[in-house]
């Protein structure tokens, strides 16, 4: 069983930026993919990024390459993604979720945590 716990939303202007972190319980932790997603009013929630148990390698939507990082410190049990270049249609609710496998879908994930929302103003 993992917990999550999600931090670091708010609201900020185009072009700057924000780290949001998700916090874990558990000590299976570093046993997990660990995946950022977001979803916005009317939208269906959308993949953003995923790391690897290790850290070792991520994977990201094409729509923030080179804008967002994902990482993670499994001593902390916790995992973060910075966010530049904010756009205005970067606005969304921002989940983290957990899996044993990699994936891009939501539905492949077994845990989520509550939502952290993240909104950019023009």
């Known amino acids: 069983q993992v917990q999550l716990v999600e931090s670091g939303g708010g609201l900020v202007q185009a072009g700057g930026s924000l780290r949001l972190s998700c916090a874990a319980s558990g000590r299976t932790f570093r046993r997990y993919t660990m995946g950022w997603f977001r979803q916005a009013p009317g939208k269906e929630r959308e993949f953003v990024a995923h790391?690897?148990?290790?850290?070792?390698?991520?994977y990201y939507a094409d729509s923030v390459k080179g804008r967002f990082t994902i990482s993670r410190d499994n001593a902390k049990n916790t995992v973060y993604l910075q966010m530049n270049g904010l756009k205005p249609e970067d606005t969304a609710v921002y989940y983290c979720a957990a899996d044993s496998t990699v994936a891009t879908r939501p539905s492949s994930y077994e845990y989520w945590g509550q939502g952290t929302q993240v909104t950019v103003s023009s």
């Open positions: 790391i690897s148990w290790s850290g070792g390698s991520s």
